[in-house]
DNA sequence: TAAACACATGAACATATATTCATATGTTAG
DNA sequence: CTAACATATGAATATATGTTCATGTGTTTA
């Protein structure tokens, strides 16, 4: 066994050393928590619920959500950012859809969690 | 067509009520953001991913991730809460693992999102 | 019982961020 | 070209949140 201060060293040495070896990188790992903080915010993933099933635009959005139509630009700006929607412009109209394969398994995944239990 | 002014009401009512039918609700849908928001921390996340490899103590991930015992402490409280991890005691020393099949499956997921360009 | 250790937690502080407000941009209709 | 409209964006503000610091709790050992 490998016990001293916690403050100086550790308990289970090789266990660290066998996580930090398999371990994802700090890059990597950073760059996944930003995916999962832009869903971390209640009116992106409206945002993103509502895209799962049609496209929109941003006025729709807006009504739907009861959301300012300023706010939802500015998060529709972060989700564009992530590359998690799309859009086309029709006219004065632009139309938001989800880009990316994923985004339904996350959701899904997400809310097959919270069903589980109270 | 259903054309007015987009501050009184809306350009596509029809999806927008057929949205509003089939979208999850609300509380649904903050649930399911709380979780995100909690993956979507960096030091959590390494503690996640850490756990994904091994069960560890307190101080095992303070040393592997550098950061102080005080914060890990601080992030795993959130991560109880959120029922991702569980812990068993064994003397002075706790030992946490992951709590839920869902989180390697979001884990993964996120990875093939960002990994999929640069 | 007292000291040592592993961990937990409350308060404070610094930073991040979501919304609002005002205004700018880009497009169409008249 | 100008007015009207849909959307975008910069600045400001209010709130949320992660870390640190100090200290508390629970367990073991001497």
């Known amino acids: 066994m490998d016990i001293e201060k916690c403050d100086v060293t550790v308990i289970h040495e090789e266990t660290i050393e066998k996580v930090k070896k398999d371990m994802l990188g700090n890059e990597e790992l950073t760059e996944m ?3 999962f903080k832009v869903l ?5 993933l409206r945002i993103v619920s509502a ?3 049609s496209e929109m635009c941003v006025c729709d959005l807006s009504a739907l959500l009861d959301v300012s139509q300023s706010a939802i630009s500015h998060q529709l700006r972060i989700l564009k950012q992530t590359r998690l929607v799309k859009y086309r412009r029709e006219g004065k109209v632009v139309y938001y859809s989800l880009d990316d394969e ?3 398994t996350l959701f899904l995944t997400s809310y097959a969690h919270i069903s589980e239990r109270g």
């Open 33 to 35: 928590a930003e995916l």
């Open 40 to 44: 971390g915010d209640p009116t992106r």
């Open 51 to 53: 895209l799962l099933l």
């Open 102 to 104: 994923h985004i339904e």
